[in-house]
């Protein structure tokens, strides 16, 4: 019957009938035309995907689709003897060489499920944020392709974690539009949680003073950190306290404050009174940052006393006004303290 129909479409194109005739008869039989190229959503190609105006043809099964995602291509010679095995005949080629076939599919990235497997973790047995967890495979998944009536999320179905191996087993389920069983995934390996720390990129020795350039930032898992990971820009013009090595990870134990003052050095010391401001040099006995209280030897007197250091190379020294003279009054506008400069070397 199907045959008849395409050959009588084909006669009425060869005979000459009247225009009128002709309308009607061709609004009624269409001629069927192949496509230059299209585009499947499962795994079988009908004719009806090949040829326009198929008609009953169309629910045909004629050749497998190619892979998921991928485009191949048919002889259109090929084409017309298939079609001519079902029946099909008097198809116009259009003048077609070959006809290209591409099949749908939906993606699902293997940076998506790393997150997905993260975010079902998240916050489950001390685990922190999603953000924060590093997901290791023990298969890498690669980027998966899946039919494209599976539009649904993945939604985990199945969590486990294991805190002290840190291994994970997590199951998905991705539902299809077709109205078939959802989807399922499966992956295991490991997870744990990470957190942002200052890293070296050189090796440094006791008492270096760290650079821009000396400290990155990377993610480092909070086991190896601990609790008390350097923030980057907090030490930047810090000293380390002991030697390390390009790689490791700072944390606030190994840093201190700058020495401001070193031992045996000469230093300024300052001393403040109500009213007064003396300077005079002296001799540091230790080291110290800034807020230390160090010894220093004041060398007009050769006594050894306690300040704090305040400046590089400088030690302040808060002297009480003896008793029966007055503080300056700081309300009076001409009270303004009287700064000298080794003229009193027994002033401690």
């Known amino acids: 019957m199907i045959a008849r129909q395409l ?142 009536t599976n539009s649904g999320a993945l939604q985990p179905v199945a969590v486990r974690y294991e805190p002290r191996s840190t291994r994970f087993d997590v199951s998905f389920e991705i539902a299809n539009d077709a109205g078939t069983a959802p989807t399922k995934l499966r992956f295991t390996g490991t997870a744990i949680e990470t957190i942002e720390a200052a890293v070296l990129v050189r090796n440094v020795e006791r008492g270096d003073l ?37 790689g490791q990870a700072l944390r606030v134990a190994d840093l201190v404050k700058p020495d401001l003052v070193t031992r045996d050095q000469s230093v300024t010391l300052v001393y403040r009174t109500a009213g007064l401001y003396l300077t005079i040099r002296g001799k540091a006995m230790d080291g110290g940052a800034e807020g230390d209280v160090v010894s220093v030897m004041n060398l007009q007197s050769k006594r050894v006393i306690s300040g704090v250091v305040t400046g590089r190379g400088e030690v302040s020294i808060s002297v009480a006004a003896p008793q029966g003279v007055p503080a300056a009054d700081a309300s009076e506008p001409n009270s303004a303290p009287v700064k000298l400069s080794s003229v009193a070397p027994n002033a401690e």
């Open 7 to 148: 050959l009588l479409a084909a006669a009425l194109l060869a005979l000459g009938v009247t225009p009128s005739a002709a309308q009607t008869r061709s609004a009624a039989i269409a001629v069927p035309a192949l496509r230059a190229s299209i585009t499947v959503a499962d795994e079988i190609v009908r004719v009806g995907d090949l040829v326009d105006n198929a008609g009953a043809a169309g629910s045909i099964a004629v050749y497998r689709a190619p892979d998921l995602g991928t485009t191949g291509t048919l002889p259109v010679a090929q084409v017309l003897n298939t079609l001519r095995s079902h029946q099909v005949i008097g198809v116009d080629t259009r003048d077609l060489k070959e006809i290209t076939v591409t099949r749908l599919a939906r993606t699902v990235e293997s940076k998506e499920i790393e997150q997905q497997v993260a975010r079902a973790l998240e916050n489950r047995h001390g685990l922190g944020r999603a953000g924060s967890i590093s997901v290791t495979f023990d298969r890498d998944p690669g980027d998966i392709r899946l039919e494209a």
């Open 210 to 246: 760290l650079k821009a350039s000396d400290v990155v930032i990377e993610r480092r898992p909070k086991a190896e950190v601990g609790t008390d990971a350097a923030v980057r820009d907090s030490t930047i013009g810090m000293q380390v306290r002991r030697q390390l090595r390009a």
